[in-house]
């Protein structure tokens, strides 16, 4: 990926090549978007930087709403929408700072990859040979090295969606859009897809803002996570601190399951059953010995004791972290 990086002067610049000083990538304020009588966003505010940031909710949240007004494609209804500082929808150049990925099916089928790579980099203001270079280097990126000079046309979903990631990567922009980035792939596809997601922050430090109803795409992928719900925020923080491991010890044995909460009870150790475990509150060294004791006494056949991480699918059934 020699070239990568050196292109990044030959594409337009935001006020001659000097970026507003921002602390934030994208920015909502009281940002207000309604379609006749239906309100899609209703005062979101929320701000994002670096890294990769899950934008998660049902269908129908506000996340491409919110996708499309980032990206200038619509104008809110109230308050704003800022990227970089600058709002897309006021000023144009600030959009070849962004990347989008569309969920729904837009590529060319009759051209080749290497083709639509190429034109797509040449629109964003790349000269002609530095776009055929960029072209390659991102669909070696995203596994399509030897198949670029097939037509689209003949490419499988996940290949489909393979160039859908790499036109949103071909300018070099700062940040990034992915919306349901995953739809119609397999279980093999989706964890190559997200992935791939993962390499492309790393490797080309480029930020990502990643829209999906999947709560494991966002748990297995990203930072940050923002949960929109019926057009407000609903949630958000960092997804360590919603799959943080708890002070509470599980407990799963194959047999004897009254027994060993009987026992623990005996030792003054309040237990109560968790799905299939037994879930005990503030575990220290003492009440691990209690509860080895209490295993013991109960002849049960462990199977596995100790601490684990929430998922994001049980914080939003129980309401929170």
Same mark, same amino acid.
Do not use: W
């Given at each position: 990926?020699?070239?990568?990086?050196?292109?990044?002067?030959?594409?337009?610049?935001?006020?001659?090549?000097?970026?507003?000083?921002?602390?934030?990538?994208?920015?909502?304020?009281?940002?207000?978007?309604?379609?006749?009588?239906?309100?899609?966003?209703?005062?979101?505010?929320?701000?994002?930087?670096? @890294?990769?940031?899950?934008?998660?909710? /049902?269908?129908?949240?506000?996340?491409?709403?919110?996708?499309?007004?980032? !990206?200038?494609?619509?104008?809110?209804?109230?308050?704003?929408?800022?990227?970089? @500082?600058?709002?897309?929808?006021?000023?144009?150049? *600030?959009?070849?700072? !962004?990347?989008?990925? /569309?969920?729904?099916?837009?590529?060319?089928?009759?051209?080749?990859?290497?083709?639509?790579?190429?034109?797509?980099?040449?629109?964003?203001?790349? /000269?002609?040979?530095?776009?055929?270079?960029?072209?390659?280097?991102?669909?070696?990126?995203?596994?399509?090295?030897?198949?670029?000079?097939?037509?689209? @046309?003949?490419?499988?979903?996940?290949? *489909?969606?393979?160039?859908?990631?790499?036109?949103?990567?071909?300018?070099?922009?700062? *940040?990034?859009?992915?919306? +349901?980035?995953?739809?119609?792939?397999?279980?093999?596809?989706?964890?190559?897809? !997200?992935?791939?997601?993962?390499?492309?922050?790393?490797?080309?430090?480029?930020?990502?803002?990643?829209?999906?109803?999947?709560?494991?795409?966002?748990?297995?992928?990203?930072?940050?996570?923002?949960?929109?719900?019926?057009?407000?925020?609903?949630?958000?923080?960092?997804?360590?601190?919603?799959?943080?491991?708890?002070?509470?010890?599980?407990?799963? *044995?194959?047999?004897?399951?009254?027994?060993?909460?009987?026992?623990?009870?005996?030792?003054?150790?309040?237990?109560?059953?968790?799905?299939?475990?037994?879930?005990?509150?503030?575990?220290?060294?003492?009440?691990?010995?209690?509860?080895?004791?209490?295993?013991?006494?109960?002849?049960?056949?462990?199977?596995?004791?100790?601490?684990?991480?929430?998922?994001?699918? +049980?914080?939003?059934?129980?309401? @929170?972290?």
């Amino acid at each position: 990926m020699s070239h990568i990086r050196a292109v990044k002067s030959q594409r337009p610049q935001i006020e001659h090549g000097i970026l507003p000083p921002v602390a934030s990538l994208l920015e909502a304020n009281n940002l207000t978007k309604s379609y006749g009588d239906t309100l899609a966003l209703a005062k979101v505010t929320f701000t994002i930087s670096d @890294g990769v940031t899950g934008l998660l909710g /049902p269908n129908g949240a506000g996340k491409s709403t919110a996708i499309k007004l980032f !990206l200038g494609l619509l104008q809110p209804s109230e308050g704003s929408a800022e990227v970089l @500082g600058e709002r897309p929808y006021e000023n144009v150049e *600030v959009r070849a700072r !962004l990347g989008y990925m /569309p969920e729904h099916d837009c590529l060319p089928t009759a051209v080749t990859a290497s083709e639509f790579l190429t034109y797509m980099a040449q629109v964003s203001g790349l /000269p002609p040979a530095y776009a055929r270079t960029r072209a390659a280097d991102i669909l070696r990126h995203v596994g399509l090295d030897e198949m670029r000079y097939r037509s689209i @046309g003949e490419y499988s979903t996940g290949m *489909v969606q393979r160039v859908k990631l790499a036109q949103a990567l071909v300018h070099d922009p700062v *940040v990034v859009m992915l919306d +349901e980035p995953t739809a119609g792939l397999d279980p093999a596809g989706r964890d190559e897809m !997200l992935d791939l997601i993962r390499r492309t922050g790393c490797d080309f430090g480029i930020s990502i803002v990643l829209s999906t109803h999947l709560m494991g795409d966002v748990e297995s992928t990203c930072d940050r996570i923002i949960v929109l719900e019926a057009g407000q925020v609903v949630q958000e923080g960092e997804v360590s601190g919603f799959t943080r491991e708890t002070e509470t010890v599980y407990i799963e *044995v194959v047999d004897h399951h009254d027994e060993v909460m009987a026992a623990l009870a005996q030792r003054g150790i309040k237990a109560e059953p968790y799905i299939a475990s037994i879930a005990v509150q503030e575990v220290g060294d003492a009440e691990y010995d209690l509860i080895r004791d209490a295993l013991a006494e109960s002849g049960a056949r462990l199977r596995s004791l100790g601490p684990r991480r929430h998922r994001l699918t +049980e914080i939003f059934r129980d309401g @929170g972290p």
